[in-house]
């Protein structure tokens, strides 16, 4: 089965060009573990953290949408996502660990890491800073943020509303702009940043899509 992108040639820029060798890792939306695998075989310790599938989607409002025909749809479609995680965890030998948590209010016992890493996860999310500042607690040193790069977005810190009342797509609310996400990090005390922009390729089309990093430490 074909997933929406093919990010093997580009992962190690959809990364931020960062080593994980030796760190301990909070990913937050793991979807398949492609990201989780290369990290844990680049000599990581990750721990995974999705939401129960309850609470899944934090959906936009949008006028007259049948939401309980779209979550019965949607939520098959990310039960398989999560079934694909299991089956390659048991393929690599994995020791990935997958918390089923609210980002958002992470319990301390979920542990302290040394990186943090939302790997186009805030555009999906109502409060992108809410999430990033739940995550942070938990975050010792290092967090990356990668997302769409949308240039038109200049150089200020915003996040464009993406939904319309005509458009029936509900799981998807934000355009982030890199400084938004260098504000937000720096506000929550990671205020030494760097941002790289990089292409991948998105297999419905074959379009190399923009998108940008942002590793940002203590």
């Known amino acids: 089965m074909r997933g929406f992108w093919d990010l093997r040639p580009t992962v190690e820029a959809y990364l931020g060009g960062f080593d994980f060798a030796g760190k301990s890792v909070l990913e937050v939306g793991p979807a398949s ?5 290369h990290m844990e075989r680049a000599g ?11 609470r ?14 779209w979550r019965e749809e949607f939520g098959a479609a990310i039960q398989g996502v999560r079934n694909s995680f299991w089956y390659l965890h048991h393929h690599y030998r994995s020791s ?22 939302f790997a186009a996860v805030l ?3 109502r409060s992108p800073l809410s999430i990033l500042e739940g995550c942070a607690r938990r975050v010792r040193q290092t967090i990356i943020v990668t997302e769409l790069y949308d240039a038109t977005l200049g150089q200020l810190p915003v996040c464009h509303l993406l939904p319309r009342p005509n458009v029936a797509q509900v799981d998807t609310w934000w355009a982030l702009s890199p400084a938004f996400v260098v504000n937000a ?6 205020p030494h940043a760097r941002v790289t922009t990089h292409h991948h390729k998105r297999e419905a ?4 899509v923009p998108m940008f990093s942002v590793v940002a430490s203590r």
């Open 56 to 69: 899944l989607w934090d959906a936009v409002p949008v006028p007259g949408f049948d939401y309980a025909a």
């Open 205 to 208: 089309d074959g379009m190399q």
């Open 33 to 37: 573990g492609f990201l989780s695998f």
């Open 123 to 125: 555009l999906h999310c």
């Open 96 to 117: 990935v660990r997958l918390l089923e948590a609210d980002p958002e209010y992470l319990p301390a016992d979920a542990g302290d890491f040394d990186v943090g890493l």
């Open 185 to 190: 990090l720096a506000l929550l005390d990671f």
């Open 44 to 54: 990581a310790s990750v721990t995974a953290v999705e939401p129960a599938m309850e």
